[in-house]
């Protein structure tokens, strides 16, 4: 235990005030320009936020994204982001249960149907550690945390670099295949370095309806492990401190595919970012870097006041782009320029 514990520690410590960010690689939504509307007849009141995912409503297309549990700490930040989520009407991740299943003791600091009896609430295992379950055993992990639905994160980049991280991502698909079969609901996820349109087609495929692209631009869980490394591999983990698609290039490689749900995160720091995502093609945006530091650095106050920001933008990106709704969002006129066009000129990813 005192290993997860201390990686458990590290993610956070690391997360909050460490040098963890990807240097040159930016998310790509700087190439989108949403095209403005000086006559919108719209009222910054009438605007219309709301959307359902996955059969709940939400207030905001927000999602606090999955990152911790564990820990007395973690307990404590998934209980404050949690209870957010729930009066703000976000939809909220837990970070991986591995430690939970390992240790079922530790089931309380996953623990936040109390502070969050109706918000959206997503469960989250990796996809080797999904594999090497009984399908008793993750739908026991779902139900002692009441999530409404599974994410799977798929992490080959970060989990090579991590020492004694996995090594062998053969059977994926199967994996995926076997937990689609129980009936759940099911969000397949990056956590930094985005998904391409094959691994989309792929997944969309076998009957996934849901992603979350987490995409480049933001935390590069390869620096984390990089921070984490020994010595001697840190040259590695450097040399792939920048991998990743981009998080704008990821949602619109994804978005011919059909999902019902396109959770856009990896960098969004701001409202504006995710009605540009939103005009690409996303459902919500995700956000788990900046919401973790506006809570550790802020406290609850810090956390409430990122996210009046974060919506206060989206409501003026929409009311700019005369969206009175995010149906009309989705519509809205956008250029795209630089290197997204580039990604988007791609021919060889299908
Ligand atoms: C402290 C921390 C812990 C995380 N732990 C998990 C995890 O357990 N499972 C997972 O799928 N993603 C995890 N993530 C990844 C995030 O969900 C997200 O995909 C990624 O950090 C990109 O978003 P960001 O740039 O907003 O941080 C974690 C992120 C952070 C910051």
Wanted: proline share 3%; hydrophobic share 45%; charged share 20%.
């Amino acid at each position: 235990m005192a290993d997860i514990s201390r990686r458990k520690d590290d993610h956070l410590d690391l997360a909050t005030s460490g040098d963890v960010a990807f240097k040159t690689t930016t998310t790509l939504l700087e190439c989108v320009r949403l095209l403005h509307d000086a006559l919108p007849e719209l009222a910054v009141d009438g605007i219309d936020t709301s959307l359902e995912i996955m059969g709940k409503r939400l207030r905001a297309p927000i999602l606090i994204a999955g990152m911790t549990g564990g820990t007395e700490r973690a307990e404590r930040i998934n209980k404050e982001l949690a209870t957010i989520a729930e009066e703000r009407g976000y939809a909220f991740g837990l970070g991986s249960q591995r430690a939970m299943h390992k240790h079922p003791e530790k089931r309380h600091t996953y623990a936040v149907r109390d502070v969050a009896p109706t918000t959206l609430l997503l469960g989250n295992l990796g996809i080797v550690q999904a594999g090497q379950m009984s399908n008793d055993q993750v739908q026991d992990l779902l139900a002692a945390v009441g999530a409404d639905a599974l994410c799977v994160h798929l992490n080959p980049a970060m989990e090579l670099v991590q020492d004694g991280g996995d090594r062998d991502f053969r059977g994926g698909l199967a994996t995926l295949e076997r937990l689609l079969g129980l009936g759940l609901k099911l969000v397949v996820k990056e956590t930094g370095c985005g998904l391409s349109g094959h691994v989309a087609r792929r997944v969309r495929q076998l009957g996934v309806e849901h992603v979350d692209v987490s995409g480049a631009g933001g935390t590069s869980w390869v620096a984390v492990e990089t921070q984490r490394a020994a010595a001697e591999r840190k040259p590695f983990g450097q040399a792939f401190w920048e991998w990743g698609i981009p998080t704008a290039a990821s949602v619109a490689l994804c978005a011919p595919h059909g999902f019902r749900t396109i959770f856009a995160t990896g960098g969004i720091s701001s409202g504006l970012e995710i009605a540009k995502a939103i005009a690409l093609g996303a459902t919500a945006g995700g956000i788990a870097r900046k919401a973790l530091q506006a809570l550790e650095n802020g406290r609850n106050a810090g956390a409430l006041a990122f996210f009046d920001q974060i919506e206060l933008e989206l409501r003026s990106a929409m009311l700019l782009t005369g969206s009175q709704n995010l149906r009309a969002l989705a519509q809205a006129p956008r250029l795209i320029t630089g290197e997204l066009r580039d990604w988007l000129a791609l021919t060889t990813d299908h």
